[in-house]
């Protein structure tokens, strides 16, 4: 215990050491007007409405706590929902009026549609029979199929 003693005792030079700033006048001074001061020993009474303050402060604190643990998760939720909203959701188009009215034909449209009847037809037909042979074949199977009157 020594050891400390000796360590708290050597300061720097030219600085005093605590003991002596506590000794000083002004310590002194605070030190005599903390003893003259009374002793307040608080009553029973106001110990007990202190008491009923802080329980009563507790009660509200922990139902407040209680609420925003119940509301706090709910807040992430609606994050969650609002971005998976924002992202999964399809972009919202520019609604197009309804028009009965047909697009033009254009030539280039009537060029890739007698084509595509071309393919067809050759597909179809292969290299036996052309168009017109099959039309007027086709014709005559319609003209025998009904019944003469």
């Known amino acids: 215990m020594n050891w400390k003693q000796d360590k708290m005792n050597t300061n720097e030079p030219g600085k005093q050491s605590i003991d002596e700033l506590l000794?000083?006048?002004?310590?002194?001074?605070?030190?005599?007007?903390?003893?003259?001061?009374?002793?307040?020993?608080?009553?029973?009474?106001?110990?007990?409405?202190?008491?009923?303050?802080?329980?009563e402060k507790s009660a509200r604190?922990?139902?407040?706590r209680r609420m925003w643990w119940v509301v706090s998760p709910s807040f992430g939720v609606v994050a969650a929902a609002a971005i998976c909203f924002a992202v999964f959701v399809p972009g919202h188009r520019p609604v197009m009026p309804l028009t009965n009215d047909k697009p033009a034909v254009t030539l280039e449209d009537q060029l890739f549609a007698s084509h595509s009847d071309?393919?067809?037809t050759?597909?179809?037909?292969?290299?036996?029979?052309?168009?017109?042979?099959?039309?007027?074949?086709?014709?005559?199977?319609?003209?025998e199929d009904t019944p003469a009157s």
């Open 118 to 120: 071309s393919v067809t």
């Open 23 to 55: 000794a000083s006048e002004a310590q002194q001074m605070v030190m005599r007007t903390v003893r003259a001061m009374p002793e307040d020993v608080p009553s029973m009474a106001w110990r007990g409405a202190l008491n009923a303050r802080l329980v």
């Open 122 to 143: 050759q597909d179809v037909v292969g290299s036996g029979l052309s168009s017109q042979e099959v039309q007027q074949t086709s014709d005559d199977a319609v003209s």
């Open 61 to 64: 604190t922990r139902s407040r």
